[in-house]
């Protein structure tokens, strides 16, 4: 298959497809985390969107739509509007004429919900093999849900306790290997 993953500069999930044989690509505004990367687009991810893919899997920024972030709406001026452009982005993701989208975000808060509308599937990082949890939440079209791999015994909430800095939500929005691999593995073989 031709994959895109969007919006993902760590290269996991694109490294996953690749390993299986499938031609991934990824697109992000930043470069990509692996080194000498000639599997990545580093442009606004719009730019690429016409290139007929099989599947994609974005990772918008979830800075304005999770539920970890939302009493910033009432507390921050112009949050309200950066809401609705992410939305609006979310969405233009969403609605691709693409056959195979997975769109990935961690819990949305109501007032996102309200704009892009109700997830499919919720996973655990542990139904792969991770021992953390972290919900994560899939918007999905013409995939099926993702089946538990290895579920971890040991579970920690070490995304949580990552520590301020200027790489803490870089941190926290990388991707699981194993997470990662469960979509290549299960999705790529339809």
Known sequence: MKV????????????????LGHDAWS?????????????????????????????????????????SGARWLFEKRGRWEELRKACGFFNFLKNQDIPRIAIENPQPHKWATELVGHYDQKVQPWWFGEGETKGIYLWLKGLP????????????????????????????????????NAMASQWGAL
């Open 145 to 180: 849900p993702l089946m538990a791999v290895y579920v971890h015994p040991g579970r920690i909430p070490a995304v949580h306790h990552e520590p301020p800095g200027i790489n803490q939500k870089t941190n926290r929005a990388r991707t699981y290997q194993g997470f990662a």
């Open 4 to 19: 895109l993953v969007a919006c993902e500069c760590s290269g996991r999930v694109k490294t996953a497809f690749r390993a």
């Open 27 to 67: 697109c992000d505004i930043k470069p990509s985390e692996v080194s000498d990367d000639k599997f990545h687009y580093q442009c606004d991810v719009r730019e690429i969107l016409k290139q007929n893919w099989d599947l994609m899997i974005a990772h918008p920024d979830c800075t304005y739509l999770a539920n």
